[in-house]
């Protein structure tokens, strides 16, 4: 790791606003259970259910509970070739950023309730989660597009052609997206952006909106990123 992402990860980490001190027991130990690095093998808890092959469940037990069917393997969509990334990223008109190219050669999109941003030796309960919260899932790489065409089916009725289309989303529902920022060059910033619902114009001021998180680069954003459970 360059000295330069190091430097850039610490910036934003001598950023983060403390933690509430008045922590609930209960947050506390959340924030005490093992946290795991994420690379991109494991960076997601499964494959998204279109990449999952499921069969009928047979146990009468696990039936009496509810559960119908079981997963018993993946699609070769799960997972992506050298050349069909290079494919999308012609469809695109960019050059994915590493190691978030890496990503998609071992998960096309994926899903998980567990990654945040921050640092793992020191997590804290406000920091942000690094998927969007709505479906927590990154979309598989033929589904990327430049953010404005989701918006447009995901909350009618503004002008999002005012978005530039080198703003490319990697997950997006719902008033969330994930982003890759190539307006300032091939090095894109990284943004999980926010677009406030009760406002008559989300537009104004999306980029300062209190909910929305900027990393200068792909390199930062993974290098802060970490799995916890934080379910106890």
Known sequence: MSSDTEHQYRRLLDARV?????????????????????????????????????????????RRQGVFLRPVGETPDARLTEARIAAQETRLGVRLPEPWRQVYTHFNGGWSDRLYWGDPDDPRLNDPKGIIHAGHEYLRLEDAA??????????????????????????????????????????????????????????????QDEFTHWWPNMRVFFRGLYIQDRLV
């Open 18 to 62: 403390p933690d509430d001190e008045f922590l609930t027991p209960r947050d506390r130990r959340s924030l005490q259970q093992p946290v795991i690095s994420a690379q991109p093998q494991n960076i997601f808890q499964s494959h998204l259910s279109q990449h999952t092959i499921f069969e009928n469940e047979t146990d009468p037990k696990l």
């Open 146 to 207: 430049p953010l404005r065409d989701f918006m447009v089916q995901e909350m009618p009725g503004h002008d999002w052609q005012r978005l530039d289309p080198r703003l490319i989303a990697i997950a997006c529902r719902d008033c969330q997206a994930m982003v890759l920022d190539y307006r300032e060059g091939d090095d894109p910033k990284v943004c999980s952006v926010f677009f406030s619902e009760y406002v008559d114009d989300p537009l104004d001021g999306w980029e």
